[in-house]
């Protein structure tokens, strides 16, 4: 007669291989998981994921270990209105423009990794965009700037 202990060792060990399969499938998905959309910075092209919905923008860009170039993340809100951000479980430091329906940049927030701070929008917005720290400043983006793009009801010039 088998012990319990032999039995659930024997399970673990033929499940142990599946579970981690199927969690490394869903770490390798999730960056690649959300939809993406092409944004006009002047002559700078942004590609951004996009979270839209409540789950999509709690997770943001949590635990990525990198955010290369123009690569982004645009947070689609339902409607204007107060947005704060912050860094619980974000592993890189990010800049984050709020913007309005129309694409314009209200404010701009430089955020350091893995706080609590919060980062709000002086203004009530519909948009957030999070792009790797300091990318805004190095290209001259500032409050006023306009952005283009499907979302602003402007598309990017090609």
Same mark, same amino acid.
């Not at 960056?31 to 942004?46: E, K, S």
């Not at 952005?147 to 090609?158: D, E």
């Given at each position: 007669?088998? #012990?319990?202990? #032999?039995? $659930?060792?024997?399970? *673990?060990?033929?499940?142990? =291989?599946?579970?981690?399969? $199927?969690?490394?499938?869903?770490?390798?998905?999730?960056?690649?998981?959300? @939809?993406?959309? #092409? *944004?006009?910075?002047?002559?700078?092209?942004?590609?951004?994921? $996009?979270?839209? +919905?409540?789950?999509?923008?709690? +997770?943001?860009?949590?635990?990525?270990?990198?955010?290369? &170039?123009?690569? &982004?993340?645009?947070?689609?809100?339902?409607?204007?209105? =107060? $947005? /704060?951000?912050?860094? !619980?479980?974000?592993?890189? @430091?990010?800049?984050?423009?709020?913007?309005?329906?129309?694409? &314009?940049? #209200?404010?701009?927030?430089?955020?350091? @990794?893995? +706080?609590?701070?919060?980062? /709000?929008?002086?203004?009530?917005?519909?948009? %957030?965009?999070?792009?790797?720290?300091?990318?805004? %400043? !190095?290209?001259?983006? !500032?409050?006023?700037? !306009?952005?283009? &793009?499907?979302?602003?009801? +402007?598309? =990017? %010039?090609?």
């Amino acid at each position: 007669m088998k #012990t319990s202990s #032999t039995y $659930v060792l024997r399970l *673990l060990r033929w499940m142990l =291989p599946s579970a981690l399969a $199927v969690i490394s499938f869903f770490a390798m998905a999730q960056p690649g998981a959300l @939809p993406r959309i #092409t *944004l006009q910075a002047g002559m700078q092209l942004i590609h951004a994921e $996009v979270a839209s +919905t409540p789950d999509d923008r709690e +997770t943001g860009l949590m635990f990525r270990r990198e955010l290369s &170039g123009n690569h &982004g993340m645009l947070f689609i809100f339902e409607r204007d209105q =107060p $947005v /704060c951000m912050w860094m !619980k479980n974000t592993l890189i @430091p990010l800049s984050v423009a709020f913007i309005d329906n129309q694409g &314009g940049i #209200t404010n701009i927030a430089d955020m350091q @990794p893995q +706080t609590l701070d919060s980062h /709000c929008a002086n203004q009530n917005v519909r948009f %957030a965009l999070e792009m790797p720290l300091g990318w805004f %400043a !190095k290209r001259g983006i !500032k409050p006023g700037f !306009k952005l283009r &793009g499907q979302p602003f009801g +402007t598309a =990017p %010039a090609h």
